[in-house]
């Protein structure tokens, strides 16, 4: 079956300019995660939504971010006024939540956001 | 913070035996995961561990020490295609949902 897709897989935008990245995840998959993964480093854990809630948002940096699931299903993370400091891979994963005796998640392959 | 240490790199050759080391100081423990991370690829899932010990799945070994905050993520008759980043993470929480990811161990098999 398709696996987690996420688009657009780049984006080269001007500092200050609003960007917004799609994850659409594993069919029947409740829980949905964002990340920001720099070059040599492992995922660094933004937000996470189960269904359409958004129960944990601690890793998000600041205010400028913003992530939304409305339908528990397609979720956007937004970014606002980006700053190049932004500049990153950004990582959307899915899992199975409560099933099992671990919740494995499934990543996405990235959007990597330049912001010059 | 969350503390997890593993090696940046190391090198074997194919058909040997490697052992990638993972230590943590956490503030939350559910479990510790391996992820495999081939370059300009998706994390994939290797292994789990929640109890003391060794989980064996395969050519991939993944052993717990909760009291010592240690783990080691054991690969056999090594291939070529087993050259990747392998990535040590903690759960922080009782769900899985929030893992604190290691730098990575970049893995470089050579004939």
């Known amino acids: 079956g398709a696996g987690v897709s996420q688009s657009p897989r780049y984006k080269v935008t001007k500092r200050g300019q609003d960007v917004a990245l799609r994850c659409d995840p594993i069919s029947g998959h409740v829980s949905l995660y964002w990340y920001r993964q720099a070059l040599g480093q492992g995922p660094e854990f933004l937000t996470y939504f189960n269904y359409e809630a958004q129960q944990d948002k601690s890793g998000l940096p600041n205010d400028r971010f913003s992530a939304e699931r409305p339908e528990g299903s397609i979720s956007t993370l937004t970014i606002q006024r980006t700053e190049q400091r932004d500049s990153a891979m950004y990582r959307c994963?899915?899992?199975?939540?409560?099933?099992?005796?671990?919740?494995?998640?499934?990543f996405g392959p990235g959007t990597r956001l330049t912001v010059l | 913070g969350q503390n997890i240490d593993q090696p940046t790199e190391m090198t074997a050759t194919e058909g040997a035996i490697v052992q990638i080391n993972c230590t943590y100081q956490t503030s939350g423990f559910n479990g510790l995961f391996w992820y495999q991370q081939h370059a300009g690829e998706a994390p994939t899932f290797l292994s789990y561990n929640v109890l003391d010990g060794l989980e064996e799945k395969g050519r991939f070994s993944s052993f717990l020490s909760r009291s010592k905050g240690y783990s080691y993520l054991l690969l056999k008759e090594l291939q070529m295609k087993d050259s990747a980043s392998y990535l040590c993470a903690v759960s922080l929480t009782s769900n899985d949902y929030k893992l604190s990811f290691g730098a990575g161990t970049t893995v470089t098999v050579r004939a």
């Open positions: 994963a899915s899992s199975l939540a409560g099933q099992g005796r671990y919740n494995e998640q499934f």
